[in-house]
């Protein structure tokens, strides 16, 4: 028997993308995605049940409609056919198209396009409504922002002029000043999110009961790994959402908390809350939510083991996304398709998974989707040894994450650098890569990250020959796995201590927590680690007797 199989010894960190915002999970380790749910804002004057069947309030292209002589534009903005009123709503549109531009090179689902962009327009009808007024600071601050804009970022381009007109309009109408800090919020979403929170919390401490503007708090503070302060965002909305009766509201809330006691461990919890979102998501025939909500079923059941089931959802999923057109989407679950893939010991249809999806992340500009599956390209190398293709796929993760300020990628990237680091015999720079993971994985509440650290730590001391120390380690990864239900996270823990055991020479304590092991991988379906647990209780039958 191998003294040290590193299939046991090791847990590398699967990486999944997100389907959905709506923000989902994957079965990354297995899964962790965002995938963050938002819906369609009624605007003033527009009854939240019409909206759903026109779109008298927002166009979709996020372009000002014009029509005869006289069009009711956002509300309470009127636009002539006057010439020079035709040449600002040609700036509006410009500005729009570049706006809708830019989000198309992200890695955005199209409610959240959707509510960014309709921030944005009216901000800027209402930035055209103050032009026209008679206040001539504010109008030429006004007049400023819609001016022709040059080549490069919008963001840069308008971002001072709207903060000049928000600094000087503190005194105007409270529901305008909400507004200018909603299109700061929309208009910094991606370039500063921390920008964009802070102009976001700006708008909801003018209007308590904004519930975008709160909703947009929860994804930005969950993007940030803030769980607490994402669940109380969450939270708000679903009981606006109830007091309104408005059930895209609740199943956003519904699908958010699901990510967020999915990511703390609460398998069940999780699960009830995506049931609920997707029970909604059905009746209100919204498929992009269906699609999030099979996404992270799939995630659920891939965690319980249940691969088949995860394969059922995450199916029902890419068909969904596919007949949407919705690529974000079909690279999350291209994804977490290679992950089962790859938990079922099929490397090559895992690869060709992960590079689907990395094909279209890159082709979406999505610098959190090509991190993902560069990671989940790394664990595949990785799986063949290649140790220095998987250290460069790992730090192109990890460079990714760390610009993205994802506390999740960069635990799972540092904790997979410590695998490769132990594999080359470095233990002392493995050890300090699996505490700088757990540290950050106990910062953001997330118990599988833990226990995989914790299996990792147990799986070095052993190799150094500190076997107590190896058993505690081992002890409080099963401890989190059990919690978590998780089959394969328990399977390894009973398999590591079984190495334990044969370090000791008990063989009957060996025998019985690999038979354990064994059970558990059997259930998920994973033949090759039942392979390997069956040759390893092979070795521990005496030899015959000559």
Request: charged share 25%; hydrophobic share 45%; net charge negative.
């Amino acid at each position: 028997m191998d003294k040290y199989p590193q299939n046991w010894f090791y847990w590398l960190n699967d990486y999944g993308p997100a389907v959905g915002i709506i923000v989902t999970v994957v079965f990354a380790v297995i899964g962790a995605g965002w995938a963050l749910f938002t819906w369609r804002k009624s605007k003033a004057g527009v009854d939240s049940s019409t909206q759903r069947k026109s779109n008298a309030s927002i166009d979709i292209s996020g372009q000002v409609s014009i029509g005869g002589d006289v069009t009711q534009v956002g509300g309470d903005l009127i636009i002539t056919g006057d010439p020079v009123d035709q040449k600002i709503i040609g700036h509006l549109n410009s500005l729009l198209r570049r706006y809708r531009a830019d989000l198309d090179q992200r890695d955005t689902e199209l409610a959240v396009k959707e509510a960014l962009i309709a921030d944005l327009k009216t901000t800027l009808e209402l930035a055209q409504k103050i032009a026209a007024g008679g206040d001539d600071k504010l109008a030429s601050r006004a007049r400023a922002l819609l001016a022709d804009l040059g080549p490069g970022s919008l963001e840069a381009a308008l971002l001072p002029d709207l903060r000049a007109l928000i600094q000087d309009y503190e005194q105007g109408p409270i529901k305008d000043l909400v507004q200018l800090h909603m299109g700061e919020g929309a208009l910094t979403f991606y370039g500063d999110p921390q920008a964009s929170l802070a102009a976001y919390r700006r708008a909801h401490a003018l209007d308590p009961e904004n519930m975008e503007a709160i909703n947009f708090i929860g994804v930005l503070e969950s993007l940030f790994g803030n769980l607490k302060a994402a669940e109380d965002a969450f939270r708000q909305v679903l009981d606006l959402g109830r007091t309104r009766d408005d059930q895209e509201a609740i199943a956003a809330a519904y699908g958010n908390l699901g990510n967020i006691v999915r990511t703390r461990g609460d398998l069940e919890a999780a699960a009830d809350l995506y049931t609920q979102a997707l029970a909604l998501d059905k009746e209100l025939g919204r498929k992009a939510g269906m699609a999030a909500q099979y996404g992270n079923l799939g995630t659920v059941a891939a965690k319980r083991g249940d691969l088949k089931m995860a394969v059922d959802y995450y199916n029902q999923a890419l068909a969904l996304n596919e007949k949407l057109g919705r690529k974000a989407g079909m690279a999350t679950n291209y994804g977490n398709l290679g992950l089962v893939a790859k938990e079922l010991g099929d490397l090559d249809a895992a690869v060709d998974y992960f590079n689907q999806a990395l094909a279209l992340d890159k082709e979406l500009g999505s610098k959190e989707g090509m991190a993902t599956q560069y990671g989940n390209l790394g664990n595949v190398v990785a799986k063949h040894g290649d140790w220095d293709a998987a250290v460069d796929y790992y730090n192109q993760a990890l460079a990714l994450d760390k610009k993205l300020g994802r506390k999740e990628g960069v635990a799972r990237h540092t904790g997979n650098l410590g695998v490769v680091a132990a594999e080359r015999g470095d233990l002392d720079t493995a050890v300090d890569y699996y505490n700088q993971a757990l540290a950050l994985d106990k910062e953001l509440g997330r118990k599988a990250g833990m226990a995989r650290h914790y299996g990792n730590l147990g799986t070095v001391a052993l190799m150094q020959g500190y076997l107590g120390t190896a058993v505690e380690y081992f002890n409080q990864a099963l401890v989190l796995n059990k919690k978590l239900r998780s089959k394969e996270g328990m399977a390894l823990s009973y398999a590591n201590r079984g190495l334990v055991a044969v370090a000791r020479g008990d063989r009957l304590e060996a025998r019985q927590f690999w038979v354990q092991a064994r059970g558990l991988f059997a259930e998920m379906g994973v033949q090759p680690e039942v392979a390997q647990i069956e040759e390893w209780l092979a070795n521990l039958e005496p030899p015959a007797e000559p």
